[in-house]
């Protein structure tokens, strides 16, 4: 995860502020620069209120806030920010934790959070913006959208089959096949049977939202704010116009990552460690990061076990796009030869993904970093 700078300089601070945010009221905690002991105090979670908080403490200028990141969004640091207040969103998985400390309460969270904040031992997170957020929101809306149809015919297909109804006409689930074999299907009780359409009815209406939100998104992926991004992520093996808009509201500004490593630990697909001398213990990816993106890069990251293939229709990889399905496929292989579980291949060909779409987004010079080809890649090619 990069580090994101305070607003303003040590030495131009006259006062540390550390808000501990809850839905209906702030706790605050005020510090000199010179330290001692913070002044503790509680107020509304209303404009008017934060509004004559700072001007209590004598205005914007030298005053630096932090609040932690969590339910209450950035509303409040865009607040801040339109009044002229310096003010940085801390990352709360990574606020030091003292082994020993048992008592919790909104006034010691607040004195420990500026006590930290002043000698400068948190981290920052990145707020987007409002147009991105609500991007963010478009697409997490359609994630669960896409969770509820699959509950939802889930339920269908565990009512068949407590009646014994089993689809064999074919081997998968929810084909054109399957759609008409469930609109055959008539249970012999009567409640069951309108059991069964309340759920089909209910299940074709998520469908439609979903239908109309993806138009939705593909017109705003066209729009001319997205389409530059989206054209990069697109020319990538296993990166649909809905995935790569995905990774564009869950990761924002890919330049805020100095380099890909930074990306890959942001995403939660680097190894966790825990080594101590001479011994060393690498364990499973650490997970501690964006969830809906790394779904979607996991995802992406299945297609590079298939050769290396040019589509017969859409995008047309680049030349750097084209130097990961080779490589890529050839790190999956190598991996899987070498007894590596699907599984555990696949996340390290995300974690090299993830490198190759930061260097396109951000135009990094290309590298040639790709392998020797296979004699079933140099036949493949030749033909």
Sequence with gaps: MPDVTPCLHPGQVRRWVALDQHKFSIVAAVLPPDGGTPEVCRIETTEKA???????????????????AGPGGFALWRLLASMGVACDVVAPSLIPVRAGDRVKTDRRDAKKLVALYRAAMLRFVHPPTPELEGLRDLLRARDDLRLARMAARNRVLKQLLRHGRIYREGKRAWTQMHRRWLSRQ?????????????LLTHLDGIERQLD?????LVEIAAGERWR????????????????????????GDFVRFSHPRELASWLGITPSEYSSGDQQHRGHITLSGNR????????????????????????????????AQVRLHHRHRHLTEHGKRTTVANV????????????????????????????????ELSA
């Design 50 to 68: 934060i509004r004559r908080f700072i001007a209590k403490q004598g205005g914007s200028e030298g005053l630096s806030v932090c609040y932690e």
């Design 186 to 198: 008539r249970l012999d009780d009567p409640l069951a049977q309108q059991a069964l359409e309340q």
């Design 212 to 216: 109309l939100l993806d138009a939705r």
């Design 228 to 251: 530059g991004q989206v054209e990069i992520l697109t020319r990538f093996r296993g990166i649909s116009t809905l995935t790569a808009l995905g990774l564009i509201a869950e990761i």
């Design 292 to 323: 809906h993106a790394r779904r979607l890069l996991i995802e992406a990251a299945w297609h590079y076990r298939h050769p290396p293939r040019r589509p017969t229709s859409g995008p047309q990889p680049d030349e750097r796009a084209w130097q």
């Design 348 to 379: 390290a060909v995300a974690r090299e993904l993830a490198g190759f779409l930061w260097a396109a987004v951000t135009d990094q010079p290309l590298r040639r970093t790709d392998p020797a080809p296979t004699h079933d890649q140099r036949q």
